[in-house]
């Protein structure tokens, strides 16, 4: 098993950063693929970003690409979302994710584990 915690969040103005991070327990955190999901108020949780074991792959929501960037470190058994040119339509709790899966999946159903979720709001 994996616990995650994430950490990060706050209230921004549209055109700001945050940097998302996302802390692994257990010594096994390269075996797993890493996710960010956000779910916005009133909507259901969406796939973000996701990156493979290794951190030689990553895969992007549409309408964050070139915005957000995921990475890891497998050292330190953390995932990172830096997220850049925020807008107000990214305001949601964001949630960091964990699964055993060869292949990162962008369905939120399809992860293993997942952290207590992290608020961003974003205003115009």
């Known amino acids: 098993q994996v616990q995650l915690v994430e950490s990060g969040g706050g209230l921004v103005q549209a055109g700001d950063s945050l940097r998302l991070s996302c802390a692994a327990s257990g010594r096994t955190f390269n075996n797993y693929v890493m996710g960010w999901f956000r779910q916005p108020p009133g909507k259901e949780r969406e796939f973000v970003a996701a990156i493979t074991r290794s951190g030689d792959k990553t895969g992007y929501l549409d309408s964050v690409k070139g915005r957000f960037t995921i990475s890891r470190d497998n050292a330190k058994n953390t995932v990172v979302l830096q997220m850049n040119s925020l807008k107000p339509e990214d305001t949601a709790i964001y949630y960091c994710?964990?699964?055993?899966?060869?292949?990162?999946?962008?369905?939120?159903?399809?992860?293993?584990?997942w952290g207590q979720g992290t608020q961003v709001t974003v205003s115009s």
């Open positions: 994710a964990a699964d055993t899966a060869a292949v990162p999946d962008r369905m939120a159903a399809l992860w293993d584990y």
